[in-house]
């Protein structure tokens, strides 16, 4: 069964400093890998995808996440945090192989004090 | 580009009542979805469709019925309200393949049932 974890209910971090939402996942077959935000009283936006290739994928905002296949884990980085970064992050998996559907993290809130 | 809109935006119902949500998109995608997002439960898939006249079920699709009569629209139905279907609905779409693998979303239908 695919599922995924995203083990920190909450991240603190100052602004300027790096941050790292973490992502750990589990599907049969390769992983199609995502993050999206989440604003307050707001849908998810997409952040940024793994589909194939380089490891490191970048995306939105200056984000920017790692695929680790040993580790199973797609970790969302950002050199220098921003105060406006301050919001509800989640990680989503589909299989590559016999399933529509994409199954999504219990989600992480970054805040970032400034 | 409206993208995906969802009708209503808020709700209060009685136990016992009925309601019909509304999802229109019009990106042309064949691919929508159904989701409930609950505290520290993160998104939860309701049910699916994969193209005009096809639903499929979902993690949490009892309690809820859905149609999608036009490519368009997916709709979600409550035919008797209970205080456990509390919560904020999401509706999305994609296209089935190629590069735009990501889902696009509404901005939410926050369902209250007293």
């Known amino acids: 069964a695919q599922s995924v974890a995203q083990p920190e209910d909450q991240v603190n971090v100052a602004e300027g400093n790096p941050l790292t939402v973490k992502c750990t996942y589990s599907?049969?077959?390769?992983?199609?890998l995502f993050w999206y935000v989440q604003y307050p009283n707001r849908g998810l936006q997409f952040l940024l995808k793994?589909?194939?290739?380089?490891?490191l994928v970048k995306g939105s905002y200056g984000f920017e996440a790692e695929f680790n296949k040993s580790q199973t884990s797609f970790h969302l980085k950002k050199p220098s945090a921003l105060v406006s970064d301050s919001a509800l992050y989640f990680c989503?998996?589909?299989?590559?192989?016999?399933?529509?559907?994409?199954?999504f993290g219990t989600g992480t809130r970054l805040k970032v004090l400034a | 580009n409206a993208g995906v809109t969802q009708t209503p935006k808020f709700r209060v119902l009685k136990t016992g009542q009925s309601m019909t949500l509304l999802c229109a998109q019009d990106?042309?995608?064949?691919?929508m979805y159904w989701y409930r997002q609950d505290p520290g439960m993160g998104l939860r898939l309701i049910h699916y469709?994969?193209?005009?006249?096809?639903?499929a079920k979902g993690e949490v699709p009892d309690g809820y019925n859905v149609s999608r009569l036009k490519k368009q629209n997916f709709l979600l139905g409550l035919e008797s309200a209970a205080p456990s279907q509390t919560s904020v609905y999401f509706c999305?779409?994609?296209?089935?393949?190629?590069?735009?693998?990501?889902?696009?979303f509404g901005q939410g239908t926050r369902l209250t049932v007293v």
């Open positions: 989503a998996v589909r299989s590559t192989s016999g399933t529509y559907k994409y199954i």
């Open positions: 990106m042309n995608h064949e691919y």
């Open positions: 793994y589909i194939t290739g380089d490891n």
């Open positions: 469709s994969v193209g005009e006249g096809t639903t």
């Open positions: 999305a779409s994609r296209q089935p393949s190629g590069t735009a693998f990501e889902a696009f």
């Open positions: 599907v049969s077959g390769n992983p199609y």
